[in-house]
């Protein structure tokens, strides 16, 4: 009697870890419903991008200009860094990224450099523009690296 009464039991208790198994692995409704939130992630990061893009391109010009600071457009360029590699896909993509980021940098060096020397900028921004292409190059090692 013993035997039976805990057949069911055991039983039971298999049919409920197998439900459970088949409501987290096997659910459709929330397969499309993690479709459904990633395709919104991914909508909501494009448009983070455009408007990111749409500030770094202002502020760009701005600064050339000489009417905002290299730390605005430093801003600007860390945030659009930041929302590229949070939307890339793959690691090669990263470094891809990181490259033209390091690139970048360097360009803004320059201007900062041309700045400073027609007295409209300082050596803190060239220091500040130096730090950040080192900083890149740094991210980048670590992404080629895998950590």
Not at 52 to 78: D, G
Request: charged share 25%.
């Amino acid at each position: 009697m013993c035997l039976n009464s805990r057949m069911p039991v055991s039983a039971m208790a298999l049919s409920i870890c197998c439900a459970g198994l088949l409501v987290v692995f096997g659910n459709p409704v929330g397969s499309q419903e993690a479709k459904k939130v990633n395709a919104r992630i991914k909508e909501l990061q494009m448009k983070r991008l455009t408007v990111l893009e749409q500030r770094m391109e202002v502020a760009s010009h701005l600064f050339t200009s000489a009417r905002i600071s290299y730390e605005e457009v430093h801003s600007a360029s860390t945030d659009l860094l930041t929302a590229r590699l949070d939307y890339a896909q793959t690691r090669d993509e990263r470094l891809k990224i990181c490259d033209q980021a390091i690139k970048k940098a360097s360009e803004w060096k320059e201007v900062a450099q041309q700045r400073k020397e027609s007295a409209q900028g300082t050596m803190v921004s060239v220091l500040k523009a130096e730090a950040d292409i080192l900083e890149l190059q740094i991210m980048r090692e670590k992404l080629e690296a895998g950590s």
